[in-house]
């Protein structure tokens, strides 16, 4: 991931409906383009809506996407981790149901 060069950017990330990202005045951070001649130049971003009367919002946006990428890989892995944990409940149950048949047999 690339890295930050803004003071501003420490805090989370703010994303609301339609994945809209959102400065510090809650307002919707619009994408930018670098425009000043050097190595960033033509690079997007994403800052405060009220520029230049800043809040200090400021994300690259490749950060935003791969940020998004890893919050979607997380929630997949929760989903299967919760699965997983249905899953053994389940078997639990079954082992229970074998062991309490399996005392039965013995008894007879």
């Keep these: 991931m690339a890295s930050q ?3 501003g950017s420490g805090s989370s990330q703010n994303t609301g409906p339609e994945n809209h990202l959102y400065c510090y005045h809650n307002e919707i951070a619009p994408l930018r383009v ?3 001649q ?3 130049m033509g690079k997007r971003f994403y800052g405060c809506s009220f520029w230049p009367r800043t ?3 400021f994300r690259w946006a490749d950060e935003v996407n791969d940020e998004r990428e890893m919050r979607f890989l997380l929630l997949e ?3 299967k ?8 409940d389940m ?3 079954k082992l229970k149901e074998v062991e309490t ?3 039965e047999f013995k008894d007879l």
Excluded: M
């Design 55 to 57: 809040c200090g919002f």
């Design 38 to 40: 050097g190595p960033k």
């Design 81 to 88: 981790i919760a699965e997983l944990e249905h899953e053994i």
């Design 101 to 103: 048949k399996n005392a």
């Design 5 to 7: 060069n803004s003071s």
């Design 34 to 36: 670098v425009r000043f």
């Design 77 to 79: 892995k929760d989903t």
């Design 91 to 93: 078997l639990q149950l």
